[in-house]
């Protein structure tokens, strides 16, 4: 082996010697509540299934139909001759859904926010980003030119003083840029307050709603509509409550979404979306905004209502919130691990987070709620944690 190999080796070895090895487990089935792991089924409460849509027989249809009609991609992207007319239907249907006048679609949610802020903002420009903010968003910052201001997570009092600042630097225009629900530990934005301040001090807002599209707020049309208020930019995507397949998109104005198209560089040269995953999204749109969505989404909250009060009853500590994600904290790298290989023995698939998903002596189990899941199902997982956390002295 070269040195260079020896390097990586010895990398992977102290990755895994601090407990941070993040293993892939391979599942055998569709997913949803229940999947298929190692030859048998276990209970899944780790998926951004929210909706419990991923394996919904009228979105794999819909994701079906869409591929023999349009087969399975572009083989181009869009500008030459990859724009299908379901690009422009899903287009329609996201910005129709979320109140805006137009939208892009992206290959990932990572390359909308990748592909946001470098084309609108330039050196004379400031952009103001929450501190616990998504990797993706942090990847585009850093793409752009525009000056770079950081404050703490939801720390209004922080983010005044960062937009004083860049006011002070004489900035041209100011984004504030903000996850709308933060995935690793379900805190919601608050959105309220951030639009006063970008009232006050004349700044645009982008929220990135991957974790609240489909499922928060009214038809759950994401954390600003949860919070009752107007943003500039919506980024999200249909890898998660809206069909679990992949995708992202930007939600903008129609001279907004008209310049990214000539200039976002995650749209110019990446292929596009494919038409199955258009015709699942399609689908998973329709149902999302109608009676049944309203429905889903009450499911969703009770499940989760139900898991915390009965875990926090049992001794865990969760992080506080109103999101189906709930983090029962742990601290210790190894110990998350361990932990998420007991649940799984025990018929509970859940994975361990620790750095750098999460700050060092963070390590969590992440557990997030599905509509599909049943009150016995959260029984269930909640009895088994109660098991492993017992032997491996989480709780008394």
Known sequence: MTAFHDRIAAELADIDAQGLTKPERIIAS??????????????NFCANNYLGL????RVVQAGIRAQERWGAGTASVRFICGTLEIHKELERAIADYLGFEDTILF???FDANGGIFEPLFGAEDAIVSDSLNHASIIDGVRLCKAKRYRFANSDMADLEARL???????????????D???SMDG?????????????KYDALIMVDDCHAT???GPQGRGSYAHCGVKVDFVTGTFGKALGGAMGGFICATAPVVALLKQRARPYLFSN????????????????????EGDALRKQLFANAARYRTAMTEAGFDLLPGEHPIIPVMLGDARLAQDMAARMLELGVYVIGFSFPVVPRGQARIRTQMSAAHTFDQIDQVVEAFKTAGKELGVIK
């Open 187 to 199: 805190y919601v934005a608050k959105l309220a307050e951030i639009r006063a301040l970008a009232d």
């Open 54 to 57: 991923a394996g919904d027989e």
């Open 214 to 216: 489909g499922f928060m």
């Open 272 to 291: 596009a979306l494919s038409p199955a995953v258009c015709g699942s999204s399609l689908e998973a749109i329709r149902i999302a905004a109608g009676e």
């Open 107 to 109: 290959a990932a949610a």
């Open 164 to 178: 004083k600042q860049a006011r002070a630097d004489g900035a041209r225009d100011i984004i504030i840029a903000t």
């Open 180 to 182: 709308g629900a933060f």
């Open 30 to 43: 569709r997913q949803g509540p229940v999947i298929e792991v190692g030859g048998r089924k276990v209970l």
